[in-house]
């Protein structure tokens, strides 16, 4: 059974940090490309890091870059998303979906959710003073 949790959300003031963990059990990460999204009450879901197979290559829109870095470590099947520099308007659902086979780009992936297998039940990030 493929299975995705997301954990590390909470509340956290605006400039701070914080690592989002998605643990994926039923399956190899290791044949799938990654995602992270968020998506803000009333607003469609964004692809704010996609990435490869392997990590070798990743995209983030220009609201999050340079301030998210996706990594993976697919011997523990677990991706991460580290943030810091954190914004009120990063408040969202985060959520942490997979695509199976090897991704032709990953920018395209991060602008199309519905290419996505298999998705995590998501985790609150609150960005508040």
């Known amino acids: 059974q493929v299975q995705l949790v997301e954990s590390g959300g909470g509340l956290v003031q605006p400039g701070g940090s914080l690592k989002l963990s998605c643990a994926a059990s039923g399956f190899a990460l290791t044949y799938y490309a990654v995602g992270w999204f968020r998506q803000a009450p009333g607003e469609e879901r964004e692809g704010v890091s996609c990435t490869t197979n392997n990590g070798g290559t990743t995209y983030y829109p220009d609201s999050v870059k340079g301030r998210f870095t996706i990594s993976r470590d697919n011997a523990k099947n677990t991706v991460y998303l580290q943030m810091s520099s954190l914004k009120p308007e990063d408040t969202a659902v985060y959520y942490c979906?997979?695509?199976?086979?090897?991704?032709?780009?990953?920018?395209?992936?991060?602008?199309?959710?519905?290419?996505?297998?298999?998705w995590g039940q998501g985790t609150q990030v609150t960005v508040s003073s």
């Open positions: 979906a997979v695509k199976r086979g090897f991704a032709v780009s990953v920018q395209a992936m991060c602008a199309h959710p519905s290419v996505f297998d298999s």
